[in-house]
């Protein structure tokens, strides 16, 4: 199985800065992964898709890069309501596998 | 507008049984290879299977592989997923998604279903 280490597990920004969450697999996945939003109460929404595919509605501030092994999840400008846990997600082999989360709260 | 609308859930004991249902409406479900995703109280989220858009072929991880069943009726747009021989650890909210076109990962998500197994 490939397991996913996420980190931090928690952050805590100002308004307007710079967001980055790493995941990194333990197997290569080339592009398979995807980055999901969860809000308190809600259940998760897919982000970003396959590294670097913005879903349908979500603002460009929201972006990914990496290949591989290692991966980076960025949020700039962060506002208010970006508060909330995101998670990576592999895709390339069964069992799929989530990292733990990153919780971002706003200062 | 895609809608998934989880129902089934409920408390049973452990080693009982329960299935979950999913209704889908919004895009044409029988094109879609469709999944559950659950998350225990305050963790993380764990995939639990995945089924064809047939229905023919299924996936699951080890924790659930012999116990629980994925199934679809594609003429009601429905998914089902049995659950036997629950065990405590199955305690969780159970969502139902949409797999994406045409990578596995979880386009549209339910709002979730709880299910409790306790005595």
């Known amino acids: 199985d490939t397991t996913v280490t996420q980190s931090p597990a928690s952050l805590s920004m100002a308004v307007g800065e710079k967001v980055n969450i790493s995941c990194k697999t333990s197997?290569?996945?080339?592009?398979?992964m995807n980055w999901y939003q969860q809000k308190s109460g809600e259940a998760p929404k897919l982000l970003i898709s396959e590294v670097n595919t913005l879903r349908p509605g979500v603002p460009s501030r929201f972006s990914s890069s990496g290949y591989g092994t290692d991966f980076v999840f960025s949020i700039n400008n962060v506002l208010l309501g970006d508060e909330g846990i995101y998670y990576c997600q592999q895709s390339d082999n069964v069992p799929y596998t989530f990292g733990a989360g990153t919780k971002l709260e706003l200062k | 507008e895609v809608q998934l609308v989880e129902s089934g859930g409920g408390l049973v004991q452990p080693g009982g049984s329960l299935k979950l249902s999913c209704g889908a409406s919004?895009?044409?479900?029988?094109?879609?290879?469709m999944a559950w995703v659950r998350q225990a109280p305050k963790k993380g989220l764990e995939w639990v299977a995945t089924?064809?858009?047939?229905?023919?072929?299924?996936f699951y991880p080890d924790s659930v592989k012999g116990r629980f069943t994925i199934s679809r009726e594609n003429a009601e747009s429905s998914l089902f997923l049995q659950m036997n021989s629950l065990k405590s650890e199955d305690t969780a909210t159970y969502y139902c998604?949409?797999?994406?076109?045409?990578?596995?990962?979880?386009?549209?998500w339910g709002q979730g279903v709880m299910v409790t197994v306790s005595s």
């Open positions: 197997t290569d996945i080339d592009d398979d």
């Open positions: 089924i064809n858009t047939s229905g023919r072929r299924t």
């Open positions: 998604a949409t797999r994406g076109q045409p990578g596995d990962y979880f386009d549209y």
């Open positions: 919004g895009f044409t479900f029988s094109n879609y290879y």
